[in-house]
């Protein structure tokens, strides 16, 4: 692959997150997660805002069509990323995500919906498959990318957490959707938090609060007090508790805040809601037994 990233900024903490490795090919910054790594049947990659073509406030690398950038350059910023996992940009699958716990089960007729257009499978923050060569794509600017995989039986799982998905439980529904559907054991499975906003950066309302009473009785696990008598949300630990409560044991975090790193990540709240979204590609290579 090329590597012509010699234009491209270099992000002032230049090692990033300890869980993920930082990689530069085509032209694109993207991320790994290390204990994702060792499946060379599984395809992989969180990708930051730099090496697109969208200008402010998408620049660069937006990849979401609901957020008032032009097609033809969100469809370059798709193929972008594809190109770079060597992954089909035409075979992408999207979900319309509407900040729910509802999961669909990906199938080979479902190929292309929503790659070059907004005909994504239906209100959906989850997609589970065991189709090799049908690439997931999600997008976020704060809310939790969540990538789940079963070694085992070779299920891919994705998921998109907003403060209402995540205290709903959407990573809990995501592991119960690879169990249904393809017999995941949650003790075999993978996890991997993607950056999202931090608890450093996401103070939320007392409706949040009130919202997550009954998942959360302890609530002092996920919210932080302020010193002026606001709460700040911890998204990943919110995910990590439902995780657990699931039954997966197998937990990597980045532990790393969008909204803290605007200059590589798309903020909504960083950025007070004009900005674009980023882009996380999971899929399963097409290859041998
Ligand atoms: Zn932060």
Redesign the pocket.
């Known amino acids: 692959m090329r590597d012509d990233t010699s234009t491209l900024p270099i992000p002032a903490d230049a090692n990033g997150p300890p869980a993920l490795i930082r990689r530069r090919d085509n032209g694109l910054l993207y991320y790994q997660f290390q204990d994702l790594s060792p499946f060379p049947e599984l395809v992989h990659g969180i990708f930051g805002r730099l090496g697109g073509v969208s200008p402010a406030p998408f620049a660069s690398l937006n990849v979401s069509l609901s957020v008032g950038d032009e097609r033809t350059r969100v469809v370059t910023n798709r193929a972008r990323l594809c190109q770079t996992l060597d992954v089909d940009a035409q075979a992408i699958v999207m979900g319309q995500l509407v900040h729910g716990t509802r999961a669909t089960v990906v199938l080979e007729r479902h190929r292309g919906l929503g790659a070059v257009n907004m005909d994504g499978l239906p209100a959906t923050d989850i997609l589970v498959t065991d189709r090799p060569g049908v690439p997931l794509l999600m997008t976020f600017a704060d809310c939790v990318p969540l990538i789940l995989y079963d070694p085992v039986r070779r299920v891919i799982g994705l998921a998109h957490g907003g403060w209402r998905g995540t205290l709903l439980g959407v990573a809990r529904s995501a592991v119960r959707a690879m169990q249904e559907a393809f017999g995941c054991r949650p003790g075999h499975l993978i996890a991997a938090i993607g950056p999202a906003?931090?608890?450093?950066?996401?103070q939320v309302g007392q409706d949040v609060r009130l919202l997550a009473q009954e998942s959360f009785p302890n609530d002092c696990e996920v919210f932080i007090p302020q010193a002026d008598g606001s709460w700040h949300l911890d998204l990943w630990q919110a995910t990590r508790h439902w995780l657990t409560l699931a039954g997966v044991q197998h937990i990597a975090a980045a532990d790393w805040?969008?909204?803290?790193?605007t200059h590589e990540f798309f903020s909504h709240r960083?950025e007070n809601g004009r900005t674009g979204r980023f882009g996380v590609v999971l899929a399963l290579q097409e290859c041998g037994p």
């Open positions: 906003v931090g608890p450093c950066c996401y805040c969008t909204a803290c790193h960083g």
